[in-house]
């Protein structure tokens, strides 16, 4: 059995209409992952999806992946793919959350927290988390470029 220090890092934000969905699901993936929850840490039908994709963005750049939630998922993966050196990809069935591992070494997954049912988003969850980048040089050449835009 992995111990906490060596199991994969997965950051987890989520505001107002993604909280309920990163509650279950940070719970979920414990088993396996060393989850990292940046909030919102209780309930704020105010608060606003850009912190908590700031608050991922910044700390996986140190390592891990990170999965985010807001209602559509969109919104908060727009705001996270303006940080330098973040690739996420707002995902809505496993085979998007494969090939954006395989292909694209996305490493934020945004979710929502409105319209993807729970069991759903722990199987997108899990798949995505344990999907290699498959190194090949047309990958690494694309995701170069997109580096360059940077």
Same mark, same amino acid.
């Given at each position: ?18 909280? &309920?969905? !990163? ?15 940046? #909030? ?13 994709? &700031? !608050?991922?963005?910044? &700390?996986?750049?140190? #390592? ?28 809505? %069935?496993? %085979? ?55």
């Amino acid at each position: 059995m992995k111990t906490s220090k060596n199991k994969l890092k997965v950051y987890i934000g989520a505001d107002h209409a993604g909280f &309920k969905l !990163k509650q279950t699901l940070k719970q979920f993936l414990k088993k396996d992952y060393r989850v990292l929850d940046v #909030g919102a840490k209780k309930f704020n039908k105010t608060d606003d999806y850009p912190d908590f994709a &700031k !608050k991922v963005a910044k &700390k996986i750049k140190k #390592g891990g992946k990170g999965i985010l939630i807001c209602g559509s998922a969109e919104g908060i993966c727009i705001a996270a793919n303006k940080f330098k050196g973040i690739r996420a990809v707002a995902v809505w %069935t496993k %085979t998007n959350a494969r090939l954006s591992r395989q292909h694209n070494d996305a490493n934020i997954l945004c979710l929502s927290g409105w319209q993807l049912p729970l069991n759903k988003a722990k199987a997108i969850s899990k798949l995505w988390l344990n999907t290699k980048f498959e190194n090949e040089p047309r990958h690494i050449r694309r995701i170069n470029k997109i580096k360059r835009f940077e």
